[in-house]
T-cell receptor, first 115, second 115 residues
Framework: EAGVTQSPTHLIKTRGQQATLRCSPI?????VYWYQQALGLGLQFLLW???????NRGNFPPRFSGRQFPNYSSELNVNALELEDSALYLC??????????????FGPGTRLLVL | AQSVSQHNHHVILSEAASLELGCNYS??????LFWYVQYPGQHLQLLLK??????LVKGIKGFEAEFIKSKFSFNLRKPSVQWSDTAEYFC?????????????FGTGTRLQVTL
């Protein structure tokens, strides 16, 4: 069974540009989560989508946004990139059936570098 | 808001030594606890999880963790580490039993096992 996939693996942008990151969940999973793993800051929750709706977002500015498509894949958009947005962005998926006792399965991440 | 503390940032052990990584959380209600591992160059993988029942849970690769409610702790243990256990270990928590929610992660512990 294929795991969570993310593209691209690496992305280099300059300050002020926009970045689009993509995630395909495990087949059958309806929930998709986005996390940022920045150096020295650990893993921080960004966004959660389920059944096409944004269910929760972390403490990030509105220039971090995303969406979930009918096939449950997801896109994370970061507008007006800043140097501190450089990080590994992880996507996770879960079946969407067990509430807070869901196990989230992670993809390999997209490493974003902002110059 | 819930938070997770991992007190050991970097641990160096010789092969065959015993391992205990500390994890403490702050949340007064029902919690669901996870340990994830990130091997060099690989994505986050679930080691073990605790939802309820027996507070001693066993995971993959000989790891176990004990939930001590009175101490708000969920320490990870392994009796004898191997060189292949070199990785970064993350403790994480979700709260409640209802709606699925974000994982709150600790800052991680980097384990280095020497031959």
């Amino acid at each position: 069974e294929a795991g969570v996939t993310q593209s691209p693996t690496h992305l280099i942008k300059t300050r002020g540009q926009q970045a689009t990151l993509r995630c395909s969940p495990i087949s059958g999973h309806t929930s998709v989560y986005w996390y940022q793993q920045a150096l020295g800051l650990g893993l921080q929750f960004l966004l959660w989508y389920d059944e096409g709706e944004e269910r929760n977002r972390g403490n990030f500015p509105p220039r971090f946004s995303g969406r979930q498509f009918p096939n449950y894949s997801s896109e994370l958009n970061v507008n007006a990139l800043e140097l501190e947005d450089s990080a590994l962005y992880l996507c996770a998926s879960s079946p969407g059936l067990a509430g807070a006792r869901e196990t989230q399965y992670f993809g390999p991440g997209t490493r974003l570098l902002v110059l | 808001a819930q938070s997770v503390s991992q007190h050991n940032h970097h641990v160096i052990l010789s092969e065959a030594a015993s391992l205990e990584l500390g994890c403490n959380y702050s949340y007064g209600g029902t919690v669901n606890l996870f340990w994830y591992v990130q091997y060099p160059g690989q994505h986050l993988q679930l080691l073990l999880k605790y939802f309820s029942g027996d507070p001693l849970v066993k995971g993959i690769k000989g790891f176990e963790a004990e939930f001590i409610k009175s101490k708000f702790s969920f320490n990870l243990r392994k009796p004898s580490v191997q060189w292949s256990d070199t990785a970064e270990y993350f403790c994480a928590v979700t709260s409640g039993t209802g709606t699925a929610s974000k994982l709150t992660f600790g800052t991680g512990t980097r384990l280095q096992v020497t031959l």
